[in-house]
C-alpha cells in the first residue's frame, strides 16, 4: 500500500527565501505525481504534475523534481512572497491505483 | 472555463439527520472524485466515477454513504445518518482520462465543511 509523507509539517521562513518542500512514497512504480496548494478553507489547486518519464517540470518560481528510486519528490520555491503562504500537499498515483495524498507542509512567508 | 462546482460550502446538522453534497465537474471531465479530508490532513478517497460507473468504492463506509452520477455529469454524495465523526471537508475532483501528457490531472472544487453536533 502506498503511503505518502511530507516533511517538514511546517514551515516559517522570510520573505525572499528559496525553499525546498519534500514529498516521499514509499511505493516507487509511480504513474505520477502533482503538487497541490491550499490556502484555508479553500480546494486544492493544481500546481505542478510530473509523470513518472520525466525529471521535473516547471511553473514560474516553482520546480518540482522526481526521483523515482529514492521514493522522493521536492518542491522549490523560488524568492519567495507573503502570498505564496499556504499548505502544498503532493499527490502520488500507481498503475491502476487511485492518487494517495501526504498530510502537506504549511508554509507562512513572513513579510 | 468553469471550475468544479460544489454545494452547498457549509452545512451545520445534528447528529443523526440526513446531508447530502452536489458536484458539477468541469465540462467534458469523464472522471469524478469525492474526497474526504479532516483538519490538519491529506485528502481520503471515498469513491471514483468514470462516467456513470463506481469504479472504485472500497473507502466509501457504505452502510451511511451513497453516492451517484446519474448521466455521467453531476454527482450527489449522501449520509445518512450522519455522525459527528463525519466532520470535515468533502472535496470534488475531476480529470480527463484519456490520451495526453495531463492524463489523470486532478482539478478540485472548493469543498463543502459538514460540522455534525
Known amino acids: 500500500k502506498q503511503e505518502v509523507t511530507q516533511i517538514p509539517a511546517a514551515l516559517s521562513v522570510p520573505e525572499g527565501e528559496n525553499l525546498v518542500l519534500n514529498c516521499s512514497f514509499t511505493?516507487?512504480?509511480?504513474?505520477?505525481l502533482q503538487w497541490f496548494r491550499q490556502d484555508p478553507g479553500k480546494g486544492l489547486t493544481s500546481l505542478l504534475l510530473i509523470q513518472s518519464s520525466q525529471r521535473e517540470q516547471t511553473s514560474g518560481r516553482l520546480n518540482a523534481s522526481l526521483d523515482k528510486s529514492s521514493g522522493r519528490s521536492t518542491l522549490y520555491i523560488a524568492a519567495s512572497q507573503p502570498g505564496d503562504s499556504a499548505t502544498y500537499l503532493c499527490?502520488?498515483?500507481?498503475?491502476?491505483?487511485?492518487?494517495?495524498f501526504g498530510p502537506g507542509t504549511r508554509l507562512s512567508v513572513l513579510p | 472555463e468553469a471550475g468544479v462546482v460544489q454545494s452547498p460550502r457549509y452545512k451545520i446538522i445534528e447528529k443523526k439527520q440526513p446531508v447530502a453534497f452536489w458536484c458539477n465537474p468541469i465540462?467534458?471531465?469523464?472522471?469524478l472524485y469525492w474526497y474526504r479530508q479532516n483538519l490538519g490532513q491529506g485528502p481520503e478517497l471515498l469513491i471514483r466515477?468514470?462516467?456513470?460507473?463506481?469504479?472504485?468504492d472500497s473507502q466509501l463506509p457504505k452502510d451511511r454513504f451513497s453516492a451517484e452520477r446519474l448521466k455521467g455529469v453531476d454527482s450527489t454524495l449522501k449520509i445518512q445518518p450522519a455522525e459527528l465523526g463525519d466532520s470535515a471537508v468533502y472535496l470534488c475532483?475531476?480529470?480527463?482520462?484519456?490520451?495526453?501528457?495531463?492524463?489523470?490531472?486532478?482539478?478540485f472544487g472548493p469543498g463543502t465543511r459538514l460540522t455534525v453536533t
Open positions: 466515477y468514470e462516467n456513470e460507473e463506481a469504479v472504485d
Open positions: 475532483a475531476s480529470s480527463l482520462v484519456g490520451r495526453g501528457t495531463h492524463l489523470y490531472e486532478q482539478y
Open positions: 465540462s467534458g471531465h469523464n472522471t
Open positions: 511505493d516507487s512504480a509511480i504513474y505520477n
Open positions: 499527490a502520488v498515483r500507481n498503475y491502476g491505483q487511485n492518487f494517495v
